[in-house]
């Protein structure tokens, strides 16, 4: 198993560009309007420009530092650890399977509150664009929505990109795994398992399943399918990590085992007990592993001994996701609060930086946007995702769902990919932002 595959290292970069004020005809940055290019921009007033900039002379736009980022600061070269680090194949290539133009852009100036409609959503809103609430799955001019990928009939809960594979792997509680060709964005196989699925990650060429009492391994390469046994309930997450795979269950035991190349199987390696409810969520960062669990604490392991060496108790409700991003752990809760913590000089965790939101929150992902800068995304449980700049938590856009959006996953050449409970995916690209020189 390439247990050392699949470790998504990011430079951290410095402040993210400010948005400036598209009336400002002085010395400060001018920004045309990406929804206006597309016609369909809501905004009134617009802080961007509704008109072509005219040629300029030479320069660069300038950028602002972060209005928090005092809060917390890292050391150099950030990089991000999730649950279900995988390596992605360069010369996967996503298509629009249909236009998501607009047929129009003569629309009417409304200013809309920044709520999906859902009588859009269902395809009869009589407003039109006059409608108050928004007809779009996204704010921002960050991503685009490349294609949706129509199929599964209930939750999403793991999306998966197996390095050496063309294919990219969705999860559901409807009992089945889609597989879909990377170049088309159609369905090229179905599995039928017999049983939801909880979770699912990759890790090089296997993919992982997460099921009731069983955790399903398969080989992309080799076409291997294997059974491990040894769950109680369902398995809520996977992480590998020092070559072992560990499993979160309904009972709160984490297991593990160890690759056996000589016979190709798994070996049970370990049982890791101290959670009193479900284990939700795993991650690896250096030589630890931290669950996150429904009964509200997180846990800290050794990797080396796969003992427990520290509990952290700051969240008051389910910890639904952890995320490694330098030397921070970042936790999300359904107490509407993401900490981030790190290390003292005894070599503890504590909580540096709480940031509130208006929602209980379900799953993060790290990321980079197209320049290079450390974005986080926050699905929370009102059917959106929020995305920030890190570390300064300010808010660059947000991303709607049929229902909460359980799974997001990256992809290669700025695209990534989410889940939601409906049963829709959806294929995202980072958008360029457009430079202008003044």
Not at 35 to 53: A, D, V
Not at 292 to 312: A, P, Y
Request: aromatic share 8%; proline share 3%.
């Amino acid at each position: 198993m390439d247990v050392d595959g699949g470790r998504r290292v990011f430079n951290r970069i410095g402040p993210s560009s400010s948005t400036g004020n598209g009336n400002n005809n002085g010395n400060k940055q001018q920004k045309v309007c990406f929804h206006w290019r597309q016609g369909k921009c809501t905004r009134f007033p617009c802080p961007f420009l509704h008109s072509e900039l005219p040629a300029v002379g030479n320069g660069k736009r300038a950028h602002q530092g972060f209005g928090a980022e005092d809060n917390y600061r890292g050391g150099g070269g950030g990089g991000f650890r999730r649950s279900g680090n995988n390596y992605f194949n360069k010369n996967n290539t996503w298509e629009r399977t249909k236009s998501q133009q607009p047929a129009s852009s003569n629309m009417s100036v409304v200013k809309k509150i920044e709520k999906l409609c859902n009588h859009w959503v269902q395809g009869n809103c009589k407003f039109g664009d006059n409608c108050k609430y928004l007809h779009q799955w996204s704010t921002g001019d960050c991503f685009t929505l490349l294609a949706p990928l129509e199929g599964h009939q209930q939750v999403v809960t793991g999306i998966a990109l197996p390095s050496g594979s063309d294919k990219l792997y969705t999860g559901s509680q409807d009992e089945t795994v889609r597989v879909w060709d990377c170049q088309s964005g159609q369905l090229a196989g179905l599995v039928n398992l017999g049983g939801a699925v909880g979770c699912m990650i990759s890790e090089g060429p296997w993919v992982f399943v997460g099921l009731t009492n069983l955790v399903k391994a398969w080989n992309v390469e080799i076409s291997a399918d294997l059974s491990l046994s040894g769950p109680v309930g369902q398995v809520y997450s996977l992480v590998v990590g020092n070559d072992l795979l560990f499993a979160g269950t309904q009972e709160g035991t984490i297991l593990a085992w160890k690759f056996n190349a000589a016979t190709n199987c798994f070996d049970p390696a370990a049982s890791l007990k101290g959670h009193t409810l479900a284990v939700v969520t795993l991650v690896v960062g250096g030589n630890r592993m931290y669950s996150g669990s429904m009964d509200h604490s997180i846990r800290v392991w050794s990797l080396e001994t796969l003992q427990c060496i520290q509990t952290l108790a700051g969240h008051t409700d389910v910890v639904m996701s952890v995320l490694c991003w330098d030397q921070f752990l970042l936790s999300a809760s359904l107490d509407k609060t993401v900490k981030v913590w790190v290390a003292t000089e005894t070599g503890n965790l504590e909580a540096t930086y709480t940031h509130t939101a208006e929602h209980g929150l379900i799953t993060l992902c790290g990321m980079h946007d197209s320049e290079a800068k450390p974005v986080l995304l926050c699905s929370c449980n009102d059917n959106s995702i929020r995305v920030y700049d890190l570390p300064s938590f300010s808010e660059r856009g947000r991303i709607f769902g049929k229902k909460e959006v359980r799974s997001i996953q990256i992809g290669p050449g700025g695209l990534f990919f989410t889940g939601d409970g409906s049963g829709q995916v959806r294929v995202w690209k980072w958008s360029a932002e457009p430079t202008v020189t003044l």
